[in-house]
C-alpha cells in the first residue's frame, strides 16, 4: 500500500523559506515521476514541481521557478520542495504526489496522494 505523507509545511513571512518533505512508503521516488501541487482556497489545484527518473529530470511552473527547488533522497524515499522568496500568493495546502504526469497543460496530476501540508505566507 502506497503512503505519501508532506511535513514542513507552516506560517512565514514574505520573502521568508520553508522546505517540505515527502516520504514515501510503498513505492520506490527514484521510480516514480514524484510531483508537488497546490491548491488555494477557492482556486484550482496547480501542479508547481516535479522530478523524474534517474536523470533527476525537473519541472517547474512559472509561477515557482527560479524560487521552488525540488530534490529527492532516494535513500530516504523522500521528496523535497524548497520553498525560497514566499510571497502570500503561495499560501496554500501543498499536496505530494506520485505518478506524476505532465500535461499539454502542465504538471496535471498523479496517482497517489499525500494529505497535504498548509502553507501560510504572511505580507
Known amino acids: 500500500q502506497v503512503h505519501l505523507v508532506e511535513s514542513g509545511g507552516g506560517s512565514v513571512q514574505a520573502g521568508g523559506s520553508l522546505r517540505l518533505a515527502c516520504a514515501a512508503s510503498?513505492?520506490?521516488?527514484?521510480?516514480?515521476?514524484m510531483g508537488w501541487f497546490r491548491q488555494a482556497p477557492g482556486k484550482e489545484r496547480e501542479g508547481v514541481a516535479a522530478?523524474?527518473?534517474?536523470?533527476?529530470?525537473?519541472y517547474y511552473s512559472d509561477s515557482v521557478k527560479g524560487r521552488f527547488t525540488i530534490s529527492r533522497d532516494d535513500a530516504k524515499n523522500t521528496v523535497y520542495l524548497q520553498m525560497n522568496d514566499l510571497t502570500p500568493e503561495d499560501t496554500a495546502i501543498y499536496y505530494c504526489a506520485a505518478d506524476a504526469w505532465i500535461g499539454h497543460a502542465g504538471l496535471q496530476g498523479g496517482n497517489y496522494w499525500g494529505q497535504g501540508t498548509q502553507v501560510t505566507v504572511s505580507s
Open positions: 522530478i523524474y527518473g534517474g536523470r533527476f529530470i525537473t
Open positions: 510503498g513505492l520506490s521516488v527514484s521510480t516514480k515521476g
